[in-house]
């Protein structure tokens, strides 16, 4: 699988993980899904409500989802992805990342922020029918840029 | 009713976004829903037919967990369901291994936990389960002995106990940890004692010092829940807040002469104090036991409340008190229900918190720090201790004395002063004598100050009885009951 995603938007992304640097940042990704992947077209912030820990763990709030979810709807897209930042650690998926991951056929992006700064950014596909043979697979990230 | 499915189900659903269904209540649309799309039916459900934990259904804004009706709640035509997989997850690498194996029972505890273990809801792990707990009380008084004391029946393997303080005799009335022969010990040592007594297989760990920013995070560390058994609102803020920022639930319970509360907050997903009351009250607004009053018999109702929900929370069993408060009314002996929401801006656990780490609770709380032992003046305000009033009456000094307490007061113990209780104040100032000089008391000196601020600034000279009939008994006559 391969997920299309504008400069600007890959930008503001790994932006967004500078800034709540030592925190993680997370966020929901919008667009459509196609056969070939997912197409990311807006990319919405939201709150770490993980405070106890927002360093090395990240939750966004059901109603915060709702929201996300309704402007999606008003906007034709569709939730196709999240992403979140690792401080100091690789832009691999934890343990963690897999337990906590639910939403088949979406794509997981996590950047590495080493000393605040933005490094590797990594998509994961999570395929499966399931909670049983649910998977994350390695997706490349594609970056378009915009057109004046 | 439409129900919205989030796009990783909709290739369980014929691809459709929206699924129109005819149903009266949540669980009928629900299950209409599967009815339909029978392959849903184990991506929402578990083999237990339970909603998976990490299934959020809302009904319009609302998750369905938190509707008093729950799956029962009537639901109209123009009504949404919601469908909401969790998001969450980490860089936390440390695998979190399996879970540290859980302590055995000896013989011993097997007989004596034997009425646990025969319930499938709590059975052999269970109660292991509790010999793993560690849980924290703060406070060892009113609502602190109850908790303790079944805690440590239960067979919670580790307890924490926060206090300084040390049993007076008023306190026997409720906090049923203590003796009579314990009064003027430590309430940590005396607590100790009873508890080792009924349980000598658990660890109890002392902390004999006021709980402060300062030292709340470390103490707080070592347990897996904390239970509030405090009296004021600058430790109950402050207990809240360290709760949330360890990450740890909060068994919250609170009591007020015939009145008490109680509630689960700061779990994951659940609201914290905070989300409930933002700010605290002005001082003084809200009386303490000391001040008011309190049923000796609600702590023992309110704790074993708490105690209740501390083991349901260890156990995983059950309801937890998480996004509800319960009012207990005692004279009615009614318990009702409020519903309470996590509030996403909320200071503290909110989406964006704007606390991060423990503050100034006295400064939030408007606490002012206490006057030194000689303050001539507080608030513009003339204060004169006991002795010097006794040394001034002895001498034939013409002061007239008021006493701003309530008549059931006046009744257990009086100075022989002029009694207007302080609501009444107002609408009796002109029962006062302008030209002579007015020395105001009550039980403590709190009242007394704020109804010497009122007569000063109607024209009245005034002075405010420091420390009150407390510390004329303490000071000048013992043979005046302290009460």
């Not at chain 1, 939750?59 to 034709?76: D, K, M, N, T, V």
């Not at chain 2, 052999?124 to 509790?130: F, I, Y």
């Not at chain 2, 040394?391 to 022989?416: C, M, N, T, W, Y």
């Amino acid at each position: 699988m391969e997920m299309k995603i504008s400069a600007e938007i890959y930008r503001q992304i790994r932006q967004h993980g500078e800034e709540t640097y030592p925190h993680e940042c997370c966020g929901v990704l919008l667009g459509k899904a196609l056969d070939r992947g997912n197409e990311v077209e807006v990319a919405i912030r939201a709150g770490n409500t993980r405070t106890d820990s927002a360093h090395n763990r990240y939750h966004i709030a059901p109603q915060e989802l709702i929201s996300i979810q309704r402007q999606a709807r008003e906007r034709s897209l569709d939730i196709v992805g999240f992403y979140h930042s690792h401080p100091d650690h690789p832009a691999r998926w934890s343990s963690t990342d897999f337990n906590e991951a639910h939403w088949l056929g979406c794509s997981y992006v996590i950047t590495s922020v080493e000393t605040g700064v933005a490094s590797e950014t990594n998509s994961f596909f999570l395929a499966g029918t399931g909670e049983d043979d649910k998977q994350f697979q390695d997706e490349e990230i594609l970056v378009w840029s915009e057109r004046c | 009713m439409k129900i919205h499915i989030p796009t990783p189900l909709r290739q369980f659903a014929a691809k459709q976004a929206t699924v129109t269904v005819e149903a009266a209540t949540v669980g009928q649309a629900l299950d209409e829903l599967t009815l339909a799309h029978p392959e849903l039916k184990k991506h929402l459900y578990s083999e237990e037919g339970k909603l998976r934990a990490f299934v959020n259904v809302y009904l319009n804004d609302e998750d369905i967990r938190y509707l008093s009706e729950k799956e029962n709640t009537a639901v109209k035509e123009s009504d949404s369901l919601s469908i909401i997989p969790s998001i969450a997850g980490g860089s936390e690498m440390a695998t979190l291994a399996e879970a540290p194996a859980l302590p055995s029972l000896n013989n011993d505890e097997i007989a004596r936990y034997s009425r646990h273990l025969i319930l499938p809801e709590v059975g052999m792990e269970g109660q292991q389960k509790l010999k793993a707990a560690k849980v924290l009380c703060v406070g060892t008084g009113g609502l602190g002995s109850p908790l303790a004391f079944y805690l440590a029946a239960a067979g919670v393997g580790t307890l924490g106990l926060v206090d300084f303080d040390v049993v007076d005799s008023s306190n026997l009335q409720r906090q049923i940890i203590h003796s009579t022969k314990d009064v003027g010990r430590p309430k940590l040592d005396s607590a100790e004692e009873k508890l080792k007594a009924l349980n000598p297989h658990m660890n109890i760990v002392k902390y004999n010092t006021m709980l402060l920013s300062a030292n709340a995070m470390e103490i707080f560390k070592d347990f897996d829940i904390v239970a509030d058994g405090t009296d004021n609102f600058q430790t109950r803020y402050l207990v809240n807040d360290a709760c949330v920022l360890s990450g740890k639930p909060n068994v919250y319970g609170s009591i007020f002469r015939f009145e008490g509360q109680a509630s689960v907050f700061a779990t994951e997903h659940g609201p914290c104090y905070r989300c409930l009351y933002p700010e605290p009250p002005p001082p003084g607004l809200v009386p303490s036991c000391a001040e008011g009053g309190v049923l000796g018999i609600l702590p023992g109702l309110v704790g074993i409340i708490q105690a209740t929900e501390v083991i349901k929370l260890i156990l995983g069993v059950g309801d937890p008190l998480i996004g509800r408060l319960l009012l207990v009314d005692s004279l009615g002996m009614r318990f009702r229900e409020l519903k309470l929401r996590k509030n996403p801006d909320c200071p503290v656990c909110g989406t964006h918190p704007t606390v991060t780490a423990l503050i100034d609770y006295d400064q939030f709380c408007g606490i002012q720090p206490a006057p030194a032992a000689y303050a001539p003046l507080i608030n513009g305000i003339q204060q004169i201790d006991v002795t010097s009033y006794k040394q001034q009456r002895d001498a034939g000094r013409d002061s007239f004395l008021l006493d701003v307490r309530e008549p059931h007061e006046f009744k257990i113990a009086e100075i022989g002063g002029y009694l207007i209780p302080l609501g009444d104040l107002q609408k009796r100032v002109g029962e006062l004598d302008k030209n002579r000089e007015i020395v105001v008391h009550c039980k403590m000196g709190g009242r007394s100050q704020k109804a010497a601020e009122f007569l000063q600034q109607a024209g009245f000279k005034v002075k405010n009885l420091a420390g009150g009939i407390t510390a004329w008994s303490e000071q000048i006559d013992p043979r005046i009951p302290k009460y």
